[in-house]
């Protein structure tokens, strides 16, 4: 599975963007779809995750209620739309899947940067 995000940028506090990640390639094959990021200076944190079947959501304290994750999978793709946005959300935005059975995200996406000006 081949995966690529797009759609960061900079927008202002309390400001929306949505970001898409298409996939290509044995896309019948994954199980999840997630979202991390990593800040400059930080390890990399789960952001959120759907799971490709049933479209079940699943997200970190710090975003819920202002992010929201969908998928479409007859277009093969995925999104994460971020609302309320603050400095603290300021990072590199990756797309990754894991496969039926694993635990592990194994496929990954090259990242799109989103930067929140405060």
């Known amino acids: 599975v081949q995966l690529q995000a797009s759609g960061g940028g900079l927008v202002q506090t309390g400001g929306s963007l949505r970001l898409s990640c298409a996939a290509s390639?044995?896309?019948?094959?994954?199980?999840?779809m997630g979202w991390f990021r990593q800040a400059p200076g930080k390890e990399r944190e789960y952001v959120g995750s759907?799971?490709?079947?049933?479209?079940?959501?699943n997200y970190a304290d710090s975003v819920k209620g202002r992010f929201t994750i969908s998928r479409d999978n007859a277009k093969n793709m995925a999104y994460l739309q971020m609302n309320s946005l603050k400095p603290d959300d300021t990072a590199v935005y990756y797309c990754?899947?894991?496969?039926?059975?694993?635990?592990?995200?194994?496929?990954w996406g090259q990242g799109t940067k989103v930067t929140v000006s405060s």
């Open positions: 390639g044995r896309t019948s094959s994954y199980y999840r």
């Open positions: 990754a899947a894991r496969d039926y059975g694993s635990s592990e995200y194994i496929y």
């Open positions: 759907i799971r490709r079947g049933d479209g079940v959501t």
